[in-house]
């Protein structure tokens, strides 16, 4: 089906763990955007990525990873979990920078 | 610092009210100015602004944007009880040296609307 999904939509994980969130778009989108979404914060970005191999931080960088090996894929990896990372994570994407974005179903993710 | 307010940050109102939502925002190199609804899921897109003073309209939902002063307004006429939602402002702007726009998000007006 077409769209943006991500994987899990939610995971239950413990302080130190790695967790690797997954985003899959079916657009060939060239943008594609990770944000955490909290109680008080609204929206904040963490990376975004103009195209494959291109990425870069956003206002919450700390503690997360991105890669972008395909153009459809943009994972965010949590290296070593915090329960500051508990939060619920979406995945959005755009085909140009005019363009609105998308976003995805959203990840609950709650660190232990 | 870029930042986006929104106000009022809940509403409570009956079914058949008129609603007027609030953004301003001060962001740097603006491009666009967005609102989303967002209902316990992934937040779905309602409306782009790129022009002062042309309202864009689609059935009971209106905004307008002011770029002289720095706000917009979205109007919800005849609310209904499915309107109950987060309506978040979003404003794009382009860093510096960068071609790409980074949207930042205002922390939403929740509405409440009673039957």
């Known amino acids: 089906d077409a769209g943006i999904t991500q994987s899990p939509r939610y995971k239950i994980t413990e302080t130190g763990r790695q967790v690797t969130l997954m985003c899959h778009q079916t657009w060939s989108h060239s943008y594609m955007f990770w944000y955490r979404q909290d109680l008080g914060h609204g929206l904040r970005l963490i990376y975004y990525s103009a195209a494959a191999d291109i990425t870069d931080k956003g206002e919450v960088p700390d503690g997360y990873v991105v890669s972008r090996s395909k153009t459809e894929n943009f994972p965010l990896t949590l290296e070593s979990a915090t329960r500051s990372q508990t939060s619920v994570y979406f995945c959005?994407?755009?085909?140009?920078?005019?363009?609105?974005?998308?976003f995805g179903p959203g990840t609950r993710l709650t660190v232990l | 610092e870029d930042k986006v307010v929104q106000s009022p940050l809940s509403l409570v109102v009956h079914e058949g009210d008129t609603v007027t939502l609030n953004c301003s925002y001060e962001v740097t190199n603006f491009r666009s100015l967005l609102w989303y609804k967002q209902e316990k899921k992934a937040p779905t897109f309602l409306f782009m602004l790129?022009?002062?003073?042309i309202e864009k309209k689609s059935g009971r939902l209106s905004s307008i944007l002011d770029k002289k002063e720095l706000f917009s307004i979205l109007n919800i006429t005849a609310t209904q009880t499915g309107d109950s939602a987060v309506y978040l402002c979003a404003v794009e702007g382009m860093d510096r040296g960068s071609t790409l726009g980074r949207l930042y998000f205002g922390r939403g007006t929740q509405l409440t609307v009673w039957p």
């Open positions: 790129t022009s002062s003073g």
């Open positions: 959005a994407s755009k085909g140009l920078p005019g363009d609105t974005q998308y």
